[in-house]
């Protein structure tokens, strides 16, 4: 199985800065023959269910605000919130889809 | 709209058995693949099984395979989880999810419920 390994596992930003989150999994996660990373970033605030941010480790799922980007290849992957809003709290998970299904630990991410 | 929505959790002693079901709306439910993915209380989350948009191919997570079973009626736009010898880690909320590809295997989710609870305590 592949293991999906996230840090930190918290994160104090201040309103308008930058967030970084981390995601390495155990083996790569790109596949050769159409050089996608099966790689996707969640959003889940308390109560709810997940929601999907960004696929294919990059792409912006519809109707996600700009400020969220993802980045990486291979193995080791980011998510990046650029100006951090009071309404991005939550906890952040990444998931590989290139072998079944694993979730990253998840990083709960806080305002300072 | 598109929508999922899941039914069937509650409180069942060890040992017990329940059936989960998640009624879709809102797309051709019978195109794509689904999961399900449960949230032990306070805990991360955990994919649990994966069926295909046909039925043909069934996956699941080591810490359920031989006690629970995914399927799905697609006269209905319904998918089902049907689990068995439940144990007290199996305590969550459970979530169904569809797959963001109309295509075989497993991918990102696109579409989530809210989720049904499921206690297994005696």
């Known amino acids: 199985d592949i293991v999906m390994t996230q840090s930190p596992d918290s994160l104090a930003v201040s309103l308008g800065e930058r967030a970084t989150i981390n995601c390495k999994s155990s083996q790569s996660v790109l596949y050769s023959s159409n050089s996608k990373n099966y790689l996707a970033w969640y959003q889940q605030k308390p109560g709810q269910p997940p929601k999907l941010l960004i696929y294919?480790?990059?792409t912006r799922e519809s109707g996600v605000p700009d400020r969220f980007s993802g980045s990486g290849s291979g193995t080791d992957f980011t998510l990046t919130i650029s100006s951090l809003q009071a309404e991005d709290v939550a906890v952040y998970y990444c998931q590989q889809y290139y072998s079944t299904v694993t979730f990253g630990q998840g990083t709960k991410l806080e305002i300072k | 709209q598109v929508q999922l929505v899941e039914s069937g959790g509650g409180v069942v002693q060890p040992g017990g058995s329940l059936r989960l079901s998640c009624a879709a709306s809102?797309?051709?439910?019978?195109?794509?693949?689904f999961h399900w993915v449960r949230q032990a209380p306070g805990k991360g989350l955990e994919w649990v099984a994966f069926?295909?948009?046909?039925?043909?191919?069934?996956y699941y997570a080591d810490s359920v395979k031989g006690r629970f079973t995914i399927s799905r009626d697609n006269s209905k736009n319904t998918l089902y989880l049907q689990m068995n010898s439940l144990r007290a880690e199996d305590t969550a909320v459970y979530y169904c999810a569809k797959n963001g590809v109309p295509a075989a295997g497993t991918y990102y989710m696109d579409v989530w419920g809210k989720g049904t609870t499921v206690t297994v305590s005696s």
């Open positions: 294919w480790a990059s």
């Open positions: 809102g797309f051709t439910f019978r195109s794509y693949g």
């Open positions: 069926i295909q948009s046909d039925g043909s191919n069934k």
